[in-house]
């Protein structure tokens, strides 16, 4: 049981924003198509398909996520991966984002928060995927701004 255990893994990052949380949230919630004009060099497509299906096309990975969560008064969404290649090496894929306002100002801090079940021992934590989101953050609040 205690081998079990290691492979069930938790990673977070929080990344400060300029745009307002509220904003940062409906480009997750509301205006997923727009993501790759955002950050083009990460995101190559992104839509909504039939209800909560989404699929994202990135530089790494290719996935289809099903929306598990939408939280609006906390702006918070929660993505499952439910097919991609990333399958292969963790058998449950969870991110979820949510966007806290600073008290005082305008921006926000972006707490990801990505929950993973490997399938064995030799499977990396995935840091890169971790990365990948502070990136793809920063990158949407730049658009945001220019908006």
Known sequence: MAEAANLVGKLEADVEIKASAE????MWAGR????PKAT??????CELQEGDWGKVDGVAIVCKDRV???E???NLITFR???SDLLKMYKSFVSTIQVT???GGPGGIVHWDLEYEKVSEEVEHP?????????VSKDIDEYLLTE
Request: net charge negative; hydrophobic share 30%; glycine share 0%.
């Open 32 to 35: 997923v198509h727009d993501l």
């Open 101 to 103: 306002p600073k008290h």
């Open 127 to 135: 840091e890169s995927h971790l990365q990948l989101s502070v990136e």
């Open 81 to 83: 991966v439910i097919e």
């Open 23 to 26: 904003k940062f949230h409906h």
């Open 40 to 45: 083009p060099d990460k995101v190559r497509n």
């Open 72 to 74: 609006p008064e906390k």
């Open 68 to 70: 598990e969560e939408v």
